[in-house]
């Protein structure tokens, strides 16, 4: 196995390895980290796929990206272990709606939302890699997130040695199941944060800590700008493709999308050889990306509070990789463009990978609450309203019928009891695992958005690190 070298979208980072990707956040030039070359798989050994377990599978996926940074055998036992805690045992598993349709569910991890998938492994590989440093320096991550990210990370992070989480939510905006699967936890490595503004702004201020550092502090990110999040993300669409004897015949994927980071993983899996027809983007009323893919402009407006909060997102930090994939030259000037106007048009390169490749669709509150109820009266399942915007997507595709379309199951529907309630009429049961959440006292501080505001609390966790 050999080294994985990785180079920023902003085009005037050195290139960095994978040990240095994963233990850090945005490049020094402010981009994002994203391997040289994506690795292709042979189609035999995409066929093999199928017959394996799924940490086998991720192990397998995985490597392509860590390289020779962790022994293979140590990579198969770390994803034995991030994968050992999920309550179904395919981990992963996929379930039929009606016709063509399919739900992949991503819910069955320890906080109950896809985010595990990822960071499950992210948390082992950064303790084996800091663990490996003798006298090294300890890691303070800070993060953001609209909901999910949040609880995942800090499930993945508690209690380890030499490593301190500062995590950011939007105050009021995340689902009450969400914020308290974040607050209640009692580690002392961990410190949540409710921010005075909106996702956008907790992302922002992550952004500017990254650029300007804090102090001397070794600053890591959770969120999916750390490239080990999206490849987390990629084996279940390879896993989705061999339930379906798929890995040789289109299929398509309607993925609910917040930061860009679920559907990029999906295009990464096509370019490392899964035949996926179709990425369908789906979002709710904060329609930016379908909106971009049908005109080609990339314009920021003010993130609206919708039932489906985790994708309340104007920003979509990963479709920079998007964009730098289809024509690297143009894409810093465009982060440019975004960050002093708001927007930006995209390239003829770039117009033709979304042609080719990807479909967007929005779903507004009605449309959101409609696909909740199509799913339990056609297929008895009940569903969140994430994956309700998916599946509005999905079923609202023009792709020939013979083509599976698999919508990914993001969270589980317990995690938004009220939106699933006003839409079903009903409360879905709380799984085992969510109902500890209720008793425990909660433990955030709330702050201005404002990056000072948050680097006097990473100073503070610092503190407790050394
Ligand atoms: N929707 C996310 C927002 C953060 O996205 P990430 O994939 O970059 O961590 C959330 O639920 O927090």
Same mark, same amino acid.
């Given at each position: 196995? @050999?080294?994985? =070298?990785?180079? @920023?979208?902003?085009?005037?980072?050195?290139?960095?390895?994978?040990?240095?990707?994963?233990?850090?956040?945005?490049?020094?030039?402010?981009?994002?980290?994203?391997?040289?070359? !994506?690795?292709?798989?042979?189609?035999?050994?995409?066929?093999?796929?199928?017959?394996?377990? $799924?940490?086998? #599978?991720?192990?397998?996926?995985?490597?392509?990206?860590?390289?020779?940074?962790?022994?293979?055998?140590?990579?198969? *036992? !770390?994803?034995?272990?991030? $994968?050992?805690?999920?309550?179904?045992?395919?981990?992963?598993?996929?379930?039929?709606? +009606?016709?063509?349709?399919?739900?992949?569910?991503?819910?069955?991890?320890?906080? #109950?939302?896809?985010?595990?998938?990822?960071?499950?492994?992210?948390? %082992?590989?950064?303790?084996?890699?800091?663990?490996?440093?003798?006298?090294?320096?300890?890691?303070?991550?800070?993060?953001?997130?609209?909901? &999910?990210?949040?609880?995942?990370?800090?499930?993945?992070?508690?209690?380890?040695?030499?490593?301190?989480?500062?995590?950011?939510?939007?105050?009021?905006?995340?689902?009450?199941?969400?914020?308290?699967?974040?607050?209640?936890?009692?580690?002392?490595?961990?410190?949540?944060?409710?921010?005075?503004?909106?996702?956008? &702004?907790?992302?922002?201020?992550?952004? /500017?800590?990254?650029?300007?550092?804090?102090?001397?502090?070794?600053?890591?990110?959770?969120?999916?700008?750390?490239?080990?999040?999206?490849?987390?993300?990629?084996?279940?669409?390879?896993?989705?493709?061999?339930?379906?004897?798929?890995?040789?015949?289109?299929?398509?994927?309607?993925?609910?999308?917040?930061?860009?980071?679920?559907?990029?993983?999906?295009?990464?899996?096509?370019?490392?050889?899964?035949?996926?027809? %179709?990425?369908?983007?789906?979002?709710?009323?904060?329609?930016?990306?379908? =909106?971009?893919?049908?005109?080609?402009? $990339?314009?920021?407006?003010? +993130?609206?509070?919708?039932?489906?909060?985790?994708?309340? !997102?104007?920003?979509?930090?990963?479709?920079?990789?998007?964009?730098? &994939?289809?024509?690297?030259?143009?894409?810093?000037?465009?982060?440019?463009? #975004?960050? /002093?106007?708001?927007?930006?048009?995209?390239? +003829?390169? /770039?117009?033709?990978?979304? &042609?080719?490749?990807?479909?967007?669709?929005?779903?507004?509150?009605?449309?959101?609450?409609?696909?909740?109820?199509?799913?339990?009266?056609?297929?008895? /399942?009940?569903?969140?309203?994430?994956?309700?915007?998916?599946?509005?997507?999905?079923?609202?595709?023009?792709?020939?019928?013979?083509?599976?379309?698999?919508?990914?199951?993001?969270?589980?529907?317990?995690?938004?009891?009220?939106?699933?309630?006003?839409?079903?009429?009903? %409360?879905?049961?709380?799984?085992? =695992?969510?109902?500890? !959440?209720?008793? =425990?006292?909660?433990? $955030?501080?709330?702050?201005?958005?404002?990056?000072?505001?948050?680097?006097?609390?990473? *100073?503070?966790?610092? %503190?407790?690190? +050394?």
């Amino acid at each position: 196995m @050999s080294a994985i =070298r990785y180079v @920023s979208t902003r085009g005037s980072a050195e290139r960095a390895s994978f040990r240095d990707v994963v233990l850090s956040g945005t490049a020094p030039d402010g981009g994002l980290w994203m391997p040289a070359d !994506i690795p292709r798989l042979p189609k035999a050994r995409i066929a093999d796929l199928a017959e394996l377990p $799924y940490p086998d #599978l991720a192990a397998l996926i995985l490597s392509a990206f860590v390289g020779d940074a962790i022994p293979d055998e140590r990579l198969f *036992e !770390i994803c034995q272990e991030a $994968y050992a805690g999920f309550d179904d045992p395919e981990v992963a598993p996929l379930v039929p709606l +009606a016709g063509r349709h399919w739900l992949l569910e991503l819910f069955h991890g320890p906080t #109950l939302a896809f985010k595990d998938f990822a960071l499950q492994v992210v948390g %082992r590989i950064m303790a084996e890699l800091i663990d490996a440093e003798e006298g090294g320096q300890p890691l303070v991550l800070v993060g953001a997130t609209s909901g &999910d990210t949040g609880s995942a990370a800090i499930a993945a992070i508690a209690d380890r040695a030499n490593i301190g989480l500062v995590m950011l939510h939007p105050e009021g905006r995340v689902s009450e199941v969400q914020r308290r699967q974040m607050t209640t936890v009692d580690a002392p490595n961990i410190v949540n944060l409710a921010v005075k503004g909106s996702f956008d &702004d907790c992302q922002r201020i992550v952004k /500017q800590l990254f650029a300007s550092g804090v102090g001397d502090l070794r600053l890591g990110a959770v969120n999916s700008i750390n490239w080990l999040r999206i490849a987390g993300q990629v084996p279940y669409y390879f896993a989705a493709a061999a339930k379906l004897n798929a890995v040789d015949r289109p299929l398509a994927f309607a993925v609910p999308t917040g930061n860009f980071g679920n559907a990029f993983a999906g295009h990464v899996a096509r370019a490392m050889g899964l035949p996926v027809e %179709r990425l369908i983007v789906a979002s709710n009323a904060n329609a930016i990306l379908p =909106r971009t893919i049908a005109t080609g402009l $990339y314009e920021r407006g003010e +993130a609206l509070a919708t039932s489906a909060p985790a994708m309340d !997102i104007q920003v979509a930090s990963n479709f920079e990789r998007l964009l730098f &994939d289809a024509d690297p030259a143009a894409t810093p000037g465009q982060m440019e463009l #975004l960050s /002093q106007e708001g927007r930006f048009h995209l390239t +003829a390169p /770039q117009r033709r990978v979304l &042609d080719a490749m990807f479909a967007g669709a929005s779903a507004h509150e009605g449309a959101i609450a409609d696909a909740m109820r199509w799913a339990r009266d056609r297929a008895g /399942q009940v569903i969140d309203p994430h994956t309700a915007a998916g599946l509005h997507a999905a079923l609202a595709s023009d792709l020939p019928h013979d083509v599976p379309i698999v919508t990914l199951a993001t969270a589980h529907p317990a995690k938004f009891p009220d939106a699933v309630a006003e839409a079903l009429g009903e %409360r879905p049961a709380a799984p085992e =695992r969510l109902r500890a !959440i209720f008793g =425990r006292e909660e433990r $955030y501080a709330t702050v201005e958005a404002d990056p000072k505001a948050v680097a006097s609390h990473l *100073e503070d966790i610092a %503190r407790t690190l +050394a």
